[in-house]
């Protein structure tokens, strides 16, 4: 991958949970802009400090809607300040003054759309969100493979969580010392160590026999 890339190859995929389909003459896929704030936190820092953005320009048009020129600044080759002033990138967004299309009833919301118009698009200049202003997000193989995607991803997440509840009880099984100690641990933990066989069985086993176990030490105990 080349090192002009790397950002791109970060940012561009959008996760499913932050878009939804709308019809704006034609089918398009929204992404949530709060989603967007904070994968460029992730990837620069927070906001104000590491990146930031400063509305150059507000003009109004004769069809009443608003259009906000938004700079995007971040911090890096050169000073907060520089990147302020004089953003390198810069995207025109746009908003209707009117949320009907009788123009009676007034959005007051409508600066803030167009703010966050521009900063999308800005911030698209840099990959995010690449694979939905590519267009792939109209290829259903492509949102199927990112669904499969999530899903390995998010039981990869489930099963370090079950290791964790494992490794805790695990140790606090080995910390009994007595009847009583290890009859108030089974209580205490029974909760969790559902939670860990929802999502791993063999680890419950393993946790089950080290019970037992230690249960032995204890020749009195019925299980």
């Not at 802009?33 to 620069?44: L, Y």
């Not at 300040?81 to 007034?106: N, T, V």
């Not at 919301?109 to 267009?135: I, P, Q, R």
């Not at 010392?177 to 419950?204: G, Y």
């Amino acid at each position: 991958m080349k090192e002009n890339m790397l950002l791109w190859e970060q940012v561009q995929k959008t996760e499913l949970k932050y878009t939804k389909p709308v019809k704006f003459g034609r089918a398009i896929t929204a992404i949530d802009p709060h989603s967007q704030v904070m994968k460029a936190t992730e990837a620069f820092g927070p906001a104000g400090k590491g990146w930031g953005w400063k509305v150059m320009r507000v003009e109004y048009t004769t069809t009443n809607v608003v259009a906000i020129l938004v700079g995007l600044w971040v911090d890096g080759h050169h000073s907060r300040d520089d990147h302020y002033e004089s953003p390198g990138i810069q995207q025109w967004g746009q908003a209707s003054l009117y949320i009907d299309a009788a123009e009676s009833k007034k959005d007051n919301d409508a600066f803030k759309k167009a703010t966050t118009d521009g900063l999308t698009k800005c911030l698209s200049y840099l990959g995010f969100n690449a694979d939905v202003f590519l267009g792939k997000f109209d290829d259903s193989k492509y949102v199927q493979q990112l669904k499969k995607e999530e899903v390995k991803e998010s039981s990869s997440d489930e099963q370090k969580v079950a290791q964790a509840k494992y490794d805790s009880i695990l140790k606090n099984i080995q910390a009994c010392d007595s009847l009583e100690s290890i009859n108030k641990l089974r209580e205490k933990v029974k909760p969790e160590f559902n939670k860990i066989k929802d999502v791993d069985t063999v680890l419950a086993r393993q946790l089950y026999s080290e019970l037992q176990k230690k249960l032995s030490e204890f020749p009195d105990t019925n299980p």
